[in-house]
């Protein structure tokens, strides 16, 4: 029997999709009938949303960047060579 | 058909500088953005990027594969960031006492509030939530911040996120779960205070 501190404790696993389908069907029934139960769902369902889409964002390697640590592994790999 | 990892870690091992190059294009983006996250800034995240590479092409031959290669990359990439945050000194103590990280359940359903995941404002459109979700996932101490920023990570799964940071299967998910329960509450508070602004 899930309750709402049961829930706390298994929404990660939901949304993560690690439970077995019967137990998401008890979650889903006691979401359906009990409001506090929905707004935690609800609220911890769309902040999960909210960082995968942050989570998507790259943050691009700036040019100079990528330019430079090419050229310092060449040189480590040339000196490495050498010995 | 792309070249696997493994077969790109054999010929780098063999002294193929294409190949290890191959690699370094393929996970550059990938450290510099977790090493971003986790340093917070440009500067620190190309000195890991560089930091990483190096320790990789330092100890590639002793690589036995018996962990994937992004794997063992990342692992070498977190332990480069937390031991620059160690040395500037910026390490959060972590402490089980984080109020809203051991937020107990009927805490949780108290502070419920209302449900504001169909608001049109719950969006990264809105810059105050970006904000909010932003300085929510910096706040969050150190150990459950990696294990949250390695998950978003190249949709690595727990498993592997446990791999990473050599700590058990269940630690990883305790860890993620308070720290998107921090988040969502982070965020119900932005909502509650907004309304009351309203």
């Given amino acids: ?4 501190k049961k829930l706390c404790e298994l929404l990660s696993d939901y949304f993560d999709e690690e439970l077995e389908s019967d137990i998401c069907a008890d979650i889903d029934e ?4 009990d409001f506090g139960c929905k707004v935690l769902f609800n609220t911890f369902n769309r902040t999960v949303e ?3 889409e942050m989570e998507a964002e790259e943050i691009e390697v700036p040019e100079e960047v990528h330019i430079r640590l090419h050229e310092f592994l060449k040189i480590k790999i040339r000196k490495r060579e050498e010995i | 058909m792309s070249v696997s990892d493994e077969i790109l870690v054999r010929k780098s091992q063999q002294g193929d500088y294409l190949s290890f190059e191959e690699l370094v294009k393929r996970y550059e983006q990938k450290i510099y953005n ?3 996250r986790i340093m917070g800034n440009k500067e620190d995240a190309s000195d890991v990027l560089q930091e990483t590479l ?3 092409l330092r100890k590639l031959p002793s690589f036995k594969g018996k962990a994937k290669f992004s794997t063992w990359l990342y692992r070498i990439a977190v332990n480069s960031c937390l031991m620059r945050k160690r040395k500037q000194k910026k390490m959060d103590i972590v402490s089980l006492d984080v109020p809203i990280l051991t937020k107990k359940e009927d805490e949780i359903k108290r502070d419920l509030g209302d449900d504001w995941s169909k608001s049109p404002l719950a969006t990264l459109e809105n810059e105050e939530v970006k904000k909010t979700l932003s300085n929510a996932i910096d706040s969050l101490p150190e150990e459950y911040r990696t294990v949250f920023l390695l998950r978003g990570l190249d949709g690595l799964s727990n ?3 446990a791999k990473v940071l050599k700590i058990s299967l269940s630690a990883v998910k305790s860890r993620l779960h308070r720290a998107r329960l921090f988040l969502r509450e982070k965020l119900s508070q932005y909502f509650r205070e907004y309304r009351s602004r309203a």
Avoid: K
């Avoid at chain 1, 006691?30 to 009938?33: H, K, P, Q």
């Fill in chain 1, 1 to 4: 029997m899930i309750d709402f």
């Fill in chain 1, 30 to 33: 006691l979401v359906s009938e």
């Fill in chain 1, 50 to 52: 909210l960082c995968r």
């Fill in chain 2, 34 to 36: 977790l090493a971003y």
């Fill in chain 2, 54 to 56: 190096l320790q990789a």
């Fill in chain 2, 159 to 161: 498993q592997e996120v």
